[in-house]
């Protein structure tokens, strides 16, 4: 004779919490919390996060004084005034610690490292504007994406299958890499897409662009990728923040394409995901050129990128009837006057056009007295809009001659960029 059957646990009590202004404590500095914090800080939570180290991308936050870091290991009276408590470490023993003083203080706790023991979870979610949808499974996170993906699907109103590796819909580049794959044995069932993760606004991702993050069993982010993408990866997908990576700049990319590269070899479906375009001053043609060699399929999904989205947002549009029948866009990484600077300077000075340049906040001092000496007007009207399509957006109109004093001054700081030409004031001017 069987026993009584166990009890079934409860189901959860959905709710969406309002945390604007209300202290959420978050532990650990590493990949979950990088994935976790964006979307708290989208709700306007007050962030206390707590770790001896941080992520490029936490650390990143907390530079821009969007959370407050205190580096070092959790103290009880960290939870003082929280609303509610993250907990994103491995030690479990530290997690339970975490949870128990939560529990005495009846504070929600989430656990990434343990879900029965949490007192609350985080849904799979899916926002569309003002709409967010979150899915909670049961207590299967798979069940919860599953659903969460046809939702999303649904929404943005598109038909065909969640998950496809259709010959119709791969990339003209697999063609080429795909014969260098199947002859060597390497890369099989692995492949690396290239994602354009757009300026910063996480719904400026493409719908293709999305799709393949979905089906990542692997992620190499940077520090320009929106937070929110990240929030939406499945628990297990390994993350990797490519500007962590101790070496410089060169070393760096080597690391970069190594990884991307050793991944797919070991069979894993591989999204680098990079901020903007992959292929406008992000060195996506490198990553290609390392997979191509290696015999790794490849495709290259093309990203919204901030030369031009950025101005747009801002009410500055790089063409307009009868003002810009042109624009160029360049880096400014380089000084104009290094020896490795590859930009002529001189020739854009006497170009009628927008330009818009990338990276250049460092060196604008440098690049407008450049321009001027070489014919620009200093009257010309110039832009710099920080951190474009985001919540956090401020945009500076100045004048050539005037705009690197100006932002010195407004305290604007990178990501930013710079748009010189009639076209600042096209939309302003009556």
């Known amino acids: 004779m069987s026993g009584p059957a166990p009890e079934a646990s409860p189901s959860p009590y959905p709710l969406g919490l309002r945390l604007a202004g209300r202290r959420v404590v978050v532990v650990g500095g590493g990949a979950v919390a990088t994935r976790r914090v964006p979307a708290l800080l989208d709700a306007g939570a007050d962030v206390l996060l707590v770790s001896p180290e941080l992520t490029p991308a936490l650390r990143a936050h907390a530079d821009a004084g969007r959370l407050r870091w205190e580096p070092r290991r959790f103290a009880v009276g960290d939870l003082d005034g929280a609303w509610l408590a993250h907990v994103a470490v491995d030690d479990r023993a530290a997690a339970a610690a975490v949870s128990a003083a939560a529990a005495e203080r009846r504070i929600f706790c989430v656990r990434a490292d343990d879900r029965v023991a949490a007192s609350a979870w985080t849904p799979a979610v899916t926002r569309h ?21 046809a939702v999303r699907t649904l929404l943005s109103a598109r038909r065909g299958p969640l998950l496809t590796d259709s010959v119709e819909e791969r990339d003209p580049l697999d063609a080429r890499t795909a014969s260098t794959a199947d002859a060597s044995g390497a890369g099989r069932g692995g492949r690396v897409a290239l994602v354009g993760a757009g300026p910063g606004d996480p719904e400026l991702i493409t719908v293709k662009g999305w799709r393949l993050l979905t089906e990542a069993e692997v992620v190499v982010t940077d520090r320009l990728v929106p937070g929110l993408l990240l929030d939406e990866l499945r628990p297990d997908v390994e993350l990797v923040d490519a500007s962590k990576i101790p070496y410089g700049p060169s070393r760096a990319q080597e690391e970069i394409n190594r990884i991307l590269v050793d991944r797919a070899r070991a069979g894993k479906v591989v999204v680098r995901l990079k901020g903007g ?21 490849v495709t290259v999904v093309p990203g919204v990128t901030s030369a031009i989205a950025v101005p747009g947002v801002a009410g500055v549009p790089v063409t307009h009837r009868a003002v810009a029948h042109e624009f160029t866009v360049v880096s400014g990484h380089v000084a104009p006057d290094s020896p490795a600077s590859l930009v002529s300077w001189e020739s854009l000075a006497g170009l009628r056009g927008t330009l818009v340049v990338l990276m250049g906040l460092k060196n604008l001092a440098a690049i407008a007295a450049t321009l001027i000496a070489h014919g620009r007007p200093p009257t ?23 705009v690197a004093a100006d932002v010195t001054a407004a305290g604007l700081r990178p990501p930013a960029i710079v748009v010189i030409g009639d076209v600042v004031n096209a939309l302003t001017t009556p």
């Not at 919540?391 to 109109?397: C, H, I, P």
């Open 129 to 149: 504007g003002p709409v967010t949808v979150a899915v909670l499974g049961g207590g299967d996170p798979h069940r919860a994406r599953a659903v969460r993906d």
């Open 277 to 297: 375009d992959p292929y406008v001053f992000g060195r996506g043609g490198e990553e290609l050129l390392a997979c191509a060699e290696a015999g790794v399929p």
């Open 380 to 402: 010309t009207p110039a832009a710099v809009i920080q951190e474009g399509t985001t919540a956090t957006q401020r945009t500076l109109r100045s004048t050539l001659g005037a």
